[in-house]
């Protein structure tokens, strides 16, 4: 969760995308709420809760007023996870929506873009702003009614507004793999 | 669906309530989105699918930004559905919101509140804005994605503001009761 | 939980029945296997899981070989769940199995039936196997895997043979309605 | 389907096991029923539905009475499902039931196992009664209590018994993988 939106746009660091004709830049989207769902292929609680609420989220505003980008951020289990692979699991599981590759770091499990915007692990959800803004940071399951009032909340709130205080979620602490979740 | 707001607030027509220490008047809750959630204690998609999201509804947002009302718009099976079963219910399903009884029309069997609101059967859902127009009224089965996103919409739309175009929503037309929701 | 089988078929006591053109006798039930259901239509555990569970149970074995049966057990709130109230109840709810009213005693809350068998509140399931006896007296949930494997059993097993033992299952202390079952 | 019992047990032909000390053969496993889950772990329908199944098929029946393993009977995608990919999708999924490999054939996608049983696609369940029989060979959904029914009746059977016409379950001829099953 950041306490207090950051003064830029954060940067999507992707070495490969499937689903779009061409590389998207988070720069390129101002204008629109965005929302960056951050899973790996075998996590079960992005398997089972993360990504059908993707899809869900996709089909419950119009895409001028949102974008729904998956991002694969890869920290364990590398050797299994590759592009091949995330392919045959994206064909499998039916996605439509734009997937990018969170880019590896040669010093370090975590790739790059999970780092640089502290992700805690997999599931995670980043809400952008009309402005860029990211407006939430959450890791693990959030209900259905939640984030529908904060994506309601964003898409309704007037450009060039208010904002200040980012909606504060209950988080959550638990590391390694749980139902729900993988922590980093 | 009202296709415009109403130029004033509706009233509630209420012969009992429960759940409450006085009776509730909707003009003394301007500044506050208010839901109220018809339904019927013996109409399966009340109990099933409503009244389960009316709680989650209540649970998902602050007091002083939503006020979540239930209505017992009783339009069939009059004779046990009366104040002493509604109580009976009320405390088996555990309910704690405020709940009022739609008052009965002596020369029809559709609640005095139905009638006038031109609620199409149970459940319905309608909801007001801070300034006290009906946003939505809708019949039947809406998914918590959606509804959170109309909700948060209101609440985080300034006082006195927009507006202009309530949620159009699909809706349902099948007569009596189905699997989701029975119909007048 | 009757910790061996009865030396006779448990007689029901029945005040009114539903679906059904003529009342139903155990006795006149050998060479079937029974499934009765007890249940009150303001019991949240009975509305939520009994009776869904009870459909399916009638739809997964042939009626040759498993009949269902729905008791209408009433404890508590006898005021509004009359016979005029469960009528409604069992038409919204579209319930098509055989239904009987557990006979009041004009001496206890805990209707004759009931109190006969031992039930310990609602839902209540009891089986009786091919030869009338009792196999299972379950207060509380089952799930689905457990129940057709007691009733696969049961309905397998050559007539006149072997049982000795019932099936025991875990039970439930807990008292007054909770999410699953209320208790005498 | 078999429509008749086989004379012998069926082979497994498995090229690494996971989750036991050492290779099962199915005919040490006389006087068990047992229940083979054939899966890919890139098929969503196994993954929702068939592996919690399994799971459940697990809890619900003694050791002693019923064996259960799966088997990664991988017809598509091969470079993808290998055996490291495997062990990390067991590892993530906390599957603890004895999992084998079905052997490749180098001479076509479906592995040997799958070929020789004549099995349509994942999930797939094969059920052998205590004698070693094949008693079920499924294709796709089944519900918990038909299954329960089934497997209980089986575990209830007295060895050397009856048996004859095995069970008949509804089946499914959707080719490619849909949200229930990947066909070959």
């Not at 009614?145 to 909340?153: E, K, P």
């Amino acid at each position: 969760m950041n306490r207090a939106p950051l003064p830029v746009t954060p940067t999507l660091h992707v070495s490969r995308w499937y689903n779009t004709p061409k590389p998207i830049a988070l720069d390129a989207l101002r204008g629109r709420v965005v929302a960056i769902h951050a899973f790996q292929m075998l996590c079960p609680g992005c398997v089972t809760h993360g990504l059908p609420q993707a899809v869900r989220l996709r089909e419950a505003f119009p895409e001028d007023q949102l974008t729904v980008i998956g991002l694969h951020t890869v920290f364990e289990h590398h050797a299994v996870m590759g592009p091949e692979a995330l392919e045959a699991f994206i064909h499998e599981y039916r996605l439509a929506f734009p997937i990018g590759v969170d880019e590896a770091d040669s010093h370090s499990p975590v790739p790059k873009t999970m780092a640089a915007w502290g992700l805690r692990g997999t599931p995670s959800l980043v809400l952008l702003d009309q402005e860029g803004h990211v407006q939430l940071n959450h890791f693990g399951r959030i209900d259905d009614m939640a984030l529908g009032a904060i994506v309601g909340a964003l898409v309704e709130r007037p450009f060039k507004a208010l904002a200040a205080e980012p909606h504060a979620l209950e988080e959550r602490d638990e590391v390694g793999c749980g139902g729900d979740a993988c922590a980093v």
